[in-house]
């Protein structure tokens, strides 16, 4: 297997960041297509886990009705991996509610990606949202 190159690199984060224009501009039409036909979105701690493309719609169809004003931002992105497969961390604030009056989450994405047809997708994406200490 070989290492990844700058283009993988680049190519992998440009998925992070179209999923976070997917999710807060409402393109759910193009959701699917950052991810594999097996994939797993784990929002267990806020929305449930969805599996497969059967599951992102379910998701898109859950959010895309409430019409929330969402804002993610993705940052210290780290990319290890091969030609084939990439493990991704990376910090996530979000912003959510209305932007007069904004809610902030804080947590972190743990991705895996792999490379299917010259194209990087995610098979799966777990958040782990930052929970206020008791």
């Not at 950052?34 to 859950?62: I, N």
């Not at 804002?71 to 210290?76: A, E």
């Not at 780290?78 to 904004?102: F, K, L, M, Q, W």
């Not at 194209?119 to 958040?127: E, F, T």
Request: aromatic residues 8%.
């Amino acid at each position: 297997m070989s290492e990844l190159s700058t283009a993988d690199r680049l190519q992998i984060q440009e998925v992070l960041a179209r999923y976070s224009h997917c999710v807060d501009r409402g393109r759910w039409d193009a959701l699917p297509g950052l991810f594999t036909e097996d994939c797993r979105l784990d929002l267990s701690q806020l929305m449930g886990v969805y599996e497969g493309h059967a599951g992102l719609k379910k998701f898109s169809d859950t959010l895309a009705p409430l019409g929330v004003f969402m804002r993610h931002l993705v940052t210290n992105v780290v990319i290890e991996g091969d030609g084939e497969r990439a493990h991704v961390e990376c910090y996530v604030t979000a912003v959510t509610g209305s932007p007069a009056n904004p809610n902030r989450m804080t947590g972190f994405y743990d991705d895996h990606l792999v490379k299917q047809n010259g194209r990087w997708l995610l098979k799966s994406r777990q958040l782990m949202v930052d929970l206020p200490q008791a």
